[in-house]
């Protein structure tokens, strides 16, 4: 993995878990708030965390903004604060910049400003949640897009003891397996919830045979997808 540096603008709830993820992942996170007792508390987790005004264009240059991989305006409650933040970035010649949206009219204002990368964490979160609760033998579900998700399904029944090859979801169903997690028991240790585990059996093959209780994690889009499923 390439270790790249990205500042996140606005450290809430969602920012402060956000900019974790990226520096236990390796990246040089800049972490950018204008409450200075958030910066306090993120500071052992990030690379560098810095107390300024988001919508000041020569404040964001003298934490070299101008350098950053990617820019992520993650803040929630302050659109006015994410619009200026916007414009002064593109002013600064950022070429990635995600932002953070809550409403639909938020999302075309950011759109207008020429902010192609848009996100909203709680629909995505609502969403998954709704896919998982929906439907039967659904593990989990992510979304890469709003066309497209990634989605951890224990195998159906009818599939138990077939290869693959044999189930022909990808002609069938036009979905693709990335890999299957297998459940092991570990029978060396001695605490019960210790000795079961899941086993990644990497990039499957058309011979492998799928077994009962296997999860298999799929990717399409989400009609072919929810067709699987309801089937």
């Not at 990246?27 to 000041?56: G, M, Q, R």
């Not at 020569?58 to 006015?80: N, P």
Request: glycine residues 6%; hydrophobic residues 40%; charged residues 30%.
């Amino acid at each position: 993995m390439q270790r790249k540096k990205i500042a996140v603008i606005g450290i809430g709830s969602f920012g402060k878990l956000f900019v974790r993820y990226l520096f236990e992942d390796g990246h040089e996170v800049i972490a950018i708030d204008k409450d200075p007792i958030i910066i306090d508390s993120i500071k052992d987790y990030v690379t560098v965390a810095v107390t300024l005004d988001a919508t000041d264009e020569h404040a964001l240059r003298s934490q070299g903004i101008t350098d950053v991989d990617y820019a992520v305006i993650a803040l929630a409650d302050d659109f006015e604060t994410s619009i200026i933040c916007a414009d002064s970035l593109k002013k600064c010649g950022v070429k990635n910049i995600y932002a953070r949206y809550q409403t639909e009219l938020q999302m075309k204002v950011l759109g207008l400003l020429g902010i192609k990368d848009l996100f909203n964490p709680e629909e995505k979160a609502a969403r998954s949640m709704a896919e998982t609760l929906s439907f039967s033998g659904m593990r989990s579900s992510f979304l890469l897009s709003d066309e497209y998700s990634v989605v951890e399904v224990t195998v159906p029944k009818r599939y138990i003891n077939q290869t693959i090859a044999d189930a022909d979801l990808r002609h069938k169903y036009n979905i693709n397996v990335i890999t299957i997690k297998r459940p092991t028991i570990n029978k060396e240790t001695k605490r019960m919830s210790d000795s079961k585990s899941e086993k990644i059996l990497g990039i499957p093959h058309g011979n492998t045979v799928l077994k009962e209780d296997d999860v298999i994690v799929l990717f399409g889009s989400q009609t072919d997808l929810a067709r699987f499923l309801e089937t």
